[in-house]
Structures are given as structure tokens and as C-alpha cells.
């Protein structure tokens, strides 16, 4: 059964505005950040297992597309979607929705799991995620081990 996509709500605060008034471009990497693991503990992850299988989350790139400005006062709503294909990697695409609503920012990051011991990406991400995760669904995974989406990279 596929999970709805991961969403939670931040509010804007008045440390994440520059001098032009309105959030920071920086800021939007810690909202999709938190929600990243906001996402990852609500999908059941235990951090501290994770390490103890001695892998560690990876980003690999991180690009963000700017579509309109967030001002004060307000929140934001992010999303979280994991997207899998084959390989070592996997795509976590984000967006940061305006209070009304209107798509303020798309955030899209090529992700993977690092061995730690090794400090090269594992082959089969999926694998340790599906481990640990009680609702695989939100990573956009089954919980029979296949991907529920097939155009990540």
C-alpha cells in the first residue's frame, strides 16, 4: 500500500529572513534538512541502528529551484518523496509551499548511503532503509523490498 507523501509544517522565524526581507536561500536547505528526517523517523528509522549497521546517509548534489518569495509572517509546508531506480542512489525530492498553498521552492537532492567502515556508497540502499522501517511506504518503498516508484536515478 502506497503511503501519502511525508509533509510537515515549519513556521518562518525572524532569524531566516536576509536584509531584503525574505527567507534566506540557505534556509531552505534546513527545511528540507528537517523534514528529511522528519520523514525517516516517521517512516520508523532509528538513527542509532542505522549507524549500528554501519551505514549513514549520504547527499550527494542538492539543487533548489527558486519559484516565489516566503516573507514573514507565515510557515511552510515541505514535502518529502524518495524516488528509486536501480544503483546506489536514490532521489529525495522536496517542495516548500507557501501558506496559500502557491510552490515557493523545488528541492531535489541525488542521495545514498555511505558504508562507514569502507567510506564508499553501498549498493543497495534500499536494503537498510526496508531493515529498519516500519511504514517503507513513506520512502517510497514496499514492504515486499521493491520500490513502489521506478523513476528515481
Known sequence: MTEPVFRTTLPIRFDDLDTNGHVQGS????????????CLVAAGIDLVKLRERGVGPVNLSTNIDFHRELTMPGSVEVTCEFKWGAGKT????QHVHKDDGTLAATVRSV????DLAER????????????????PGLLGLSDRGGSERDDGE
Open 27 to 38: 534556509v531552505y536547505l534546513a527545511y528540507a534538512d528537517h523534514t528529511r528526517w522528519e
Open 90 to 93: 536514490f532521489v529525495v525530492e
Open 111 to 114: 542521495s545514498g548511503l555511505l
Open 120 to 135: 564508499r556508497l553501498v549498493a543497495d540502499p534500499a536494503r537498510h532503509w526496508l531493515a529498519l522501517a516500519s511504514r
